[in-house]
């Protein structure tokens, strides 16, 4: 019981933040890989479909999807402002903790609302199914080069065309992955705004009882 009063917290704070890193990263190793074949593959395999999602890149570049990146950052840049320059040398063990026990209900709510969130956020892995995807690019990519297209446009009398038809549908693939990002963006933000209000909780208790 002695030892668990003496762990302190604000060091505890910074092995938590370096491990909810590192589980979240081999977590997602196979979602990575993943990512990374389809990216290598894209010039060689499908380069008509490149050229067609390039024309579409405007689509990620919003304050929606940027601005929650921003502010995570600037919230990190916060983080480190405080640790090294503002407290360097701060400590808060658990026991002098519950003897400031107004502080206890603040630090307690905001540990349990950054740990709920981080928990979640960092178990919640979406499995790339990488034949299917790469199945879908290779439909794609033949309506996009092939002969048949615009035989396909000549036939119906231009009521059917192919190429048009993949290129709307990468758009709104685009779009749907541009909310997607803008979504996990906010989710780190919310994650960020949490291990700040948790650190915070930490330093401000220090200092009110080094004062």
Excluded at 91 to 115: K, S
Aim: hydrophobic share 55%.
């Amino acid at each position: 019981m002695s030892g668990i009063l003496q762990l302190d917290l604000i060091h505890l704070f910074n092995f938590y933040l370096a491990l909810i890193f590192l589980l979240s990263i081999m977590l997602r190793v196979r979602q990575y890989a993943s990512f990374y074949r389809i990216a290598r593959a894209f010039p060689d395999r499908w380069p008509k479909l490149l050229h067609e999602i390039s024309q579409h890149k405007a689509i990620f570049l919003t304050f929606g999807n940027l601005g929650p990146a921003l502010i995570a950052l600037a919230l990190c840049g916060l983080n480190m402002l405080a640790c090294h320059q503002i407290w360097p040398h701060a400590q808060l063990t658990v026991g002098r903790l519950f003897e400031i026990w107004p502080a206890v209900p603040f630090v307690i709510l905001c540990g349990a609302a950054m740990l709920a969130l981080d928990v979640y956020a960092t178990l919640w892995v979406t499995e790339i199914n990488q034949a299917e995807v790469e199945k879908y690019f290779d439909q794609a990519e033949f309506w996009l080069k092939s002969w048949a297209a615009p035989v396909v446009r000549a036939f119906t009398l231009g009521r059917i065309n192919p190429r048009l038809m993949v290129n709307e549908e990468v758009r709104k693939s685009l779009i749907d992955v541009s909310r997607s990002i803008n979504s996990t963006m906010w989710w780190v933000a919310a994650q960020t705004c949490l291990r700040i209000a948790y650190g915070l909780s930490l330093w401000l208790t220090f200092a009110f009882s080094s004062g």
